[in-house]
């Protein structure tokens, strides 16, 4: 099972028209109609669902070029290996004696039986 890939750029359609009147506003203090109606504001939702569309992709990269883009920056995979976990065992009552368990014992998948390696 992978493990989920993080979105690359997590902005959506409002972030990016927000920012970009933000800039208008610090950039081009001459321009004060900020309503839809404005031709202005239209071009920059038309830029801003372009750009949408663009991350959207961008986000949804296969893995194979995902690991690619991790190489291109130093970024190396560590080869697939066995999981290991400790184990607490709780008995069920008092024992007559002491309880050993063997190096290599496992459990099974629902957890409730275990495995000695011969």
Not at 27 to 41: A, F, K, L, M, Q
Not at 51 to 57: F, I
Not at 62 to 70: A, H, M
Request: hydrophobic share 35%; with cysteine.
């Amino acid at each position: 099972m992978a493990l989920p890939v993080p979105n690359l750029d997590d902005r959506r359609f409002q972030d990016l028209v927000d920012d970009a009147k933000r800039l208008v506003q610090q950039r081009c203090p001459e321009w004060t109609d900020h309503n839809v109606s404005d031709p202005g504001v239209t071009l920059i939702e038309t830029f801003a669902w372009m750009t949408d569309q663009v991350l959207y992709r961008l986000n949804r990269v296969p893995e194979r070029n995902y690991i690619k883009f991790l190489e291109l920056i130093g970024v190396r995979l560590f080869p697939p290996t066995a999981a290991r976990a400790a184990i607490t065992f709780w008995l069920a009552g008092p024992q007559p004696g002491t309880i050993h368990i063997r190096p290599g014992s496992h459990r099974d998948r629902r957890g409730d039986r275990l495995h000695h390696d011969r």
